[in-house]
């Protein structure tokens, strides 16, 4: 069964502290791996897509990299407006389907 | 470009009762998908729609359904609501059924 899971649940950051998000998988064949980010009373915002081990994406202070078994955000000298929920999710189901297999998130708060 | 609509953004509801969402997609999106989140954990997959056919279906039960209209927005019925069903449902669009999905902010529900 494909499954999801992201580590730690919380994390408290110092402005300019860097650090990385964990998000393990399971998954018969990996069709993709999505990023996002969600603040309180939003829906996820889009992030980044992984398709294959090896691949890496940078957007600002955010880089994701994918393994076969896993997958890091990497937040470098993160600022207190990069605080949210980041998402992962799968790319699930047969290739007739996008079902998209979410992990429980990880809540960071960036501390000026 | 206007991203994805979704309404009504909240809605209180008692138990028994029915009640329909309601999505529009990104311009030129074909594909559609509804999500249940509960406070605290990862979205839920509930179904994908695509030309209007539907393309997968998550663990809901039957009172949970779906539609998509000619225009490509979207709607969502459940059917005699329980406590349970009080959650952030989501909406969101795809160019394909295995592209980046872009993100509604949502409708809250509220059971009493």
């Known amino acids: 069964e494909d499954q999801v899971t992201q580590s730690p649940e919380a994390l408290r950051l110092q402005e300019g502290e860097s650090s990385s998000l964990n998000c393990s998988y399971t998954?018969?064949?990996?069709?993709?791996l999505f990023w996002y980010r969600q603040d309180p009373g939003k829906g996820p915002e889009f992030l980044f897509t992984l398709y294959s081990a090896g691949e890496e994406k940078e957007k600002e202070r955010l880089k994701a990299t994918l393994t076969k078994k896993e997958s890091f955000l990497h937040i470098t000298a993160p600022k207190p407006e990069d605080s949210a929920t980041y998402l992962c999710?799968?790319?699930?189901?047969?290739?007739?389907?996008?079902?998209?297999?979410f992990g429980q998130g990880t809540t960071l708060q960036v501390k000026p | 470009d206007a991203g994805v609509t979704q309404s009504p953004t909240h809605l209180i509801k008692t138990r028994g009762q029915h009640v329909t969402l309601r999505c529009s997609p990104i311009?030129?999106?074909?594909?559609v998908s509804w999500y249940q989140q509960v406070l605290g954990q990862g979205p839920q997959f509930i179904f994908q729609?695509?030309?209007?056919?539907?393309?997968g279906r998550g663990n809901f039960p039957d009172r949970f359904s779906a539609r998509q209209f000619p225009n490509y927005s979207s709607e969502l019925n459940v059917n005699a609501l329980l406590l349970g069903d009080s959650a952030l449902y989501l909406c969101a669009s795809s160019l394909d059924k295995g592209q980046p999905q872009h993100f509604g902010d949502g409708t809250r529900l509220s059971i009493l």
């Open positions: 999710a799968l790319l699930g189901g047969s290739g007739n389907t996008g079902k998209l297999i």
């Open positions: 998954v018969s064949g990996l069709r993709g």
């Open positions: 729609y695509y030309e209007k056919e539907e393309r």
């Open positions: 311009s030129g999106h074909k594909s």
